[in-house]
């Protein structure tokens, strides 16, 4: 099954790369959980991550593609300015200060069972990232996007570092192109 709506009241969807409508799917998803929890606050997009692992690389893949494309939302975290454990809070607290009642969108990869790998949720309220490598750090978003590049449970920084580039790049694909064409749906200059 290559998707699964896995709780009807919290609204969580997970969709598969290797799903042949994977890019459709995610950005009727992502249009829906906007619709949901938008708050018309200024739109935030936190893509979280380092590049200096290639499992971890998500969030500042897909932030690379956004910041230069999207535009109805400021974007942080990129491959040249990471969002990452080091500073995290500290652009938390500049967005909180920069912007009046964000609405923060999280991108961030993750660990989980092996049949998860490749997997995309998007699920309304905040992530907790670093928790796969058991860092203590804020909660994120007021919804979230993660993808799941590799199984956890067991050195997880190794395997961060043995993740396959194609896996998270085909992530990349998928969540940064719906992403941009679900915000222009979203604000009417979409098909």
């Known amino acids: ?17 290797d799903s042949p409508s994977a ?16 708050n018309a606050g200024p739109l935030v997009i936190m893509c979280i991550g380092t590049d200096r692992s290639t499992g971890d690389a998500l969030g500042p893949l897909v932030g690379e593609r956004l910041h230069k494309t999207c535009r109805h939302a400021r974007v942080f975290g990129n491959l040249k300015e990471p969002v990452h ?5 500290k652009i938390l607290d500049n967005i909180r200060d920069t912007y009046e009642n964000p609405f923060i969108i999280a991108v961030d990869a993750s660990l989980g069972p092996s049949e998860n790998v490749g997997t995309i949720k998007i699920a309304p309220g905040s992530l907790k990232p670093g928790a796969g490598v058991n860092k203590k ?7 979230h996007i993660t993808g799941v590049v ?7 920084y190794l395997v ?8 998270v790049m085909k992530m990349v694909d998928i969540i940064s192109l719906g992403m941009r064409d679900g915000l222009d749906i979203f604000f009417g200059k979409g098909q």
């Open 1 to 17: 099954m290559f998707v699964k709506q896995t709780c009807v009241k919290a609204r969580e969807f997970r969709i598969h790369i």
């Open 23 to 38: 890019y459709k799917l995610f950005r009727s998803f992502f249009v829906k959980t906007l619709a949901d929890t938008y």
């Open 85 to 89: 454990a080091v500073n995290l809070e």
């Open 137 to 143: 750090l804020p909660p994120v978003g007021n919804f």
């Open 150 to 156: 590799n199984v956890g449970g067991f050195m997880e």
């Open 160 to 167: 961060l570092q043995n993740t396959r580039l194609f896996t």
